[in-house]
């Protein structure tokens, strides 16, 4: 094992051992070609691959954590295509592997780690969330049996804030995850795009179909195209916080490569937004240029946020200009919730929610869901649904864990815009953690009507961008004050 270890690459491997796996290889691919066993016969192929970026990620942390991303971003579309029970694991897994990865350079001294990074208040106040849902795990509506299902906030978002903290402390690393982000929204615009000009494919029909989902995505407005997410409302927030980041960062680039990507991205990730047909994901770019404008300390990009922002609003509140698009005229009616019906339902259980719990403070436990019994109002199902995040803590965690929860959100960004008021010094830098920031904070008030800051990806790159701010101090001191990034 020293050996094939030692040094950067993988070269020293023993010759012999090589040329025997090279000859195994080609036996087996042949016999799989001549039984006509296809994938076994991709799976032979791409072994070699697998088992080099294996080793290549135990030599390289950020290289683990990266594939650690991918599969939590891509997880649903592997799901909805394997249909393997329990398939979860395997985030778990590539998380473990990042862990050993670091473990690993860290008992080889290959490379030293900023570990006090990792335990910033986005750490903190994770580990405190999960020591509250240990309290409640106490309270007798819990079944343990549902614990499963919640072991990430047990472990993989801890973890994920911790590691995110740790690795991701440069420039370089800041602009390599832009990258990433990037292309995994033009993907996932891509996905979208097939879906409305092509048609579902037979996994995604019979998610619709057999699953109910249809339900909730084939509408009288439209269809709502939902790509390779768990459905239509994650999708839409999701692409509405990268196109609120990425709008702004690409406004402040100065390099013109990077100022056209980042605008793409972002016009990709807008149009991403209005297929998906998710009304309260309209929050997002709002409530972000919102922050934002508070954040920017420049009067010139404090006027132009401001008049877009108003001109976006009078655009869906005072006209009905694009109403022949059904996208366009679904997402409308978020400004007029009162002529919503699906917007009465929700205040309706909201309603619902508030008699069963009034004497129940912690909530009914993790997992816990409530039937209306008393059949409070007449409805066709005597299961509430939660419809949204913050509810959906509400029901769980109680007041209390919902006071809780809202409380350590509003500190964690205090202490992210402190840091970006008064602490960072380089201009485009401070922009740029202002829009992580700011789509974060579009992320939370979507929290009321949608739940996608509770569903992979949305959460792990909600810790993302905001480890990353979290880390401004440190990555400016590597800057000169006038220095350009992008």
């Not at 997880?75 to 690993?104: M, P």
């Not at 979208?192 to 009288?220: C, I, M, N, P």
């Not at 005229?329 to 309603?351: G, I, K, L």
């Not at 864990?401 to 205090?414: C, D, E, S, T, V």
Request: proline share 3%; glycine share 8%.
């Amino acid at each position: 094992m020293e050996s094939v270890y030692s040094g950067n690459h993988l070269n020293d491997s023993p010759k012999g051992l090589v040329y025997l796996l090279f000859i195994v290889g080609l036996l087996a691919m042949s016999y799989t070609l001549i039984t006509k066993q296809l994938s076994l016969f991709t799976a032979v192929m791409l072994f070699p691959s697998l088992i080099l970026l294996l080793l290549y990620s135990i030599q390289k942390p950020i290289v683990s954590y990266m594939l650690y991303i991918g599969i939590v971003c891509y997880f649903s579309a592997i799901y909805r295509y394997t249909q393997i029970e329990n398939i979860s694991i395997i985030i778990d897994c590539f998380l473990a592997l990042c862990i050993v990865s670091i473990t690993f350079n860290v008992i080889t001294n290959r490379e030293q780690y900023p570990w006090q990074n990792g335990f910033n208040m986005l750490t903190t106040m994770h580990i405190v969330w999960a020591c509250y849902c240990i309290l409640i795990l106490m309270i007798p509506y819990t079944h343990l049996h549902n614990i499963k299902g919640s072991r990430g906030i047990f472990l993989s978002l801890p973890l994920t804030c911790f590691i995110t903290g740790v690795l991701f402390c440069t420039v370089h690393r800041l602009r390599s995850l832009l990258l990433w982000l990037g292309l995994y929204a033009i993907t996932a615009f891509l996905k979208a795009y097939w879906q409305k000009k092509r048609g579902f494919d037979a996994a995604e029909s019979a998610w619709l179909v057999a699953g109910g989902a249809w339900h909730t995505h084939a509408l009288r407005s439209g269809m709502r195209y939902f790509s390779f997410f768990t459905d239509a409302g994650n999708f839409g927030a999701c692409m509405g916080l990268l196109a609120t980041v990425f709008s702004i960062i690409g406004l402040v680039a100065k390099r013109n490569r990077y100022r056209l990507f980042l605008l793409l991205v972002a016009c990709l990730a807008s149009i991403s937004m209005a297929l998906s047909g998710t009304r309260g994901a309209v929050v997002i770019p709002f409530g972000g240029m919102l922050l934002f404008f508070l954040l920017s300390r420049n009067f010139k990009i404090m006027a132009a946020t401001a008049i877009a922002s108003i001109l976006g609003f009078s655009f869906f509140y005072f006209t009905d200009i694009g109403n022949d698009n059904p996208s366009i005229r679904r997402m409308r009616t978020a400004f007029r919730p009162e002529e919503d019906a699906s917007y009465n339902v929700r205040a309706m259980n909201r309603e619902r929610f508030a008699y069963y719990l009034a004497d129940k403070p912690f909530g009914v436990g993790l997992g816990g869901t409530i039937v209306d019994t008393h059949r409070l109002m007449e409805l066709e199902e005597d299961f509430i649904p939660t419809d949204s995040y913050y509810v959906g803590i509400w029901v769980e965690g109680g007041v209390v864990g919902l006071i809780l929860y809202l409380l350590m959100q509003a500190a964690i960004f205090i202490r992210c815009s402190y840091l970006i008021l008064f602490k960072v010094r380089n201009k485009q830098l401070r922009y740029i953690l202002s829009a992580f920031t700011a789509g974060c904070f579009g992320l939370c008030l979507n929290g009321y009507v949608g739940r996608a800051i509770g569903f992979q990806p949305g959460s792990t790159i909600f810790i993302l961008l905001l480890s990353i701010t979290l880390n401004g101090e440190r990555i400016d001191k590597q800057l000169k004050p006038n220095e350009i990034i992008i």
